[in-house]
């Protein structure tokens, strides 16, 4: 009974040991983003990606919103956020897309936000602040919002993706037709099928084929 009570309070201590050290690289990393060089914050920046504990998705949302830190790390962080899918890095996300002021207006930072928040597929918010973002006056940011609507599959989307089909930009009605394909929308289906007889794009006509190929076997499933 000693030895057996005596192996589990080793195993106890190694545990108890190892969120000491993790909790200590987190504080050193922290210090490193605070006073390093660009190279060696961005450093810092992936090891709290890999640790991706609380603590350290703590310290990468900081460092977004600290409004004297340069705009390209920013976007790493992003990016690792999107990555690590903490629940928490959904509030900062969002305000990257639905607030200007936060970020200056930054495509860059709205664009990897719209794909980041594409991870996040529970939160009603996230689907609503990505249908907003379907208005934004930068290209890229709307098809990044298209492709991350098409990515969580939520319903509410689909009418404002249909409406997508008839933007003037190729790049937003290919992405309207691939998101639509991915959601399973059968609602759908007369519009693409608009497409596939009309006079346009040859590309945009094959994605609209092999979406409607996809919402047809799932309306008689």
């Known amino acids: 009974m000693r030895i057996l009570c005596a192996a589990w309070l080793g195993i106890i201590l190694l545990i108890v040991s190892g969120k000491t050290s993790i909790a200590e690289d987190v504080d050193m990393l922290a210090a490193k983003l605070r006073r390093g060089k660009p190279e060696v914050r961005l450093s810092a ?39 690590i899918g903490n ?27 719209a794909i980041a928040l594409g991870n996040f597929k529970k939160y009603t ?3 609503e602040v990505l249908i907003d973002a379907l ?33 003037k930009s190729f790049a937003i009605r290919i992405s309207a037709v691939r998101a639509l394909g991915k959601i399973g929308a059968v609602e759908a289906i007369p519009y693409l099928r608009k497409l596939l007889s009309g006079d346009g794009d040859g590309y945009i006509k094959e994605e609209a084929a092999r979406a409607l190929k996809s919402l047809s076997a799932k309306k008689y499933q």
Do not use: M
């Open 135 to 167: 208005e934004d006056r930068t290209l890229y940011v709307k098809e990044a919002a298209i492709q991350s609507l098409g990515e969580i599959g939520n319903p509410s989307a689909v009418p404002h993706i249909i409406s997508a089909l008839n933007d």
């Open 125 to 127: 918010k996230v689907v």
């Open 45 to 83: 920046i992936e090891a709290l990606g890999r640790i991706k504990n609380a603590e350290a998705v703590g310290e990468l949302i900081g460092v977004i919103e600290d409004q004297t830190e340069d705009w390209t790390i920013k976007v790493r962080v992003v990016k690792l956020l999107g990555e």
């Open 87 to 113: 629940p928490r890095a959904t509030g900062v996300l969002i305000k990257i897309l639905d607030d200007p002021a936060f970020t200056n207006n930054c495509a860059a930072l709205k664009w990897n936000a």
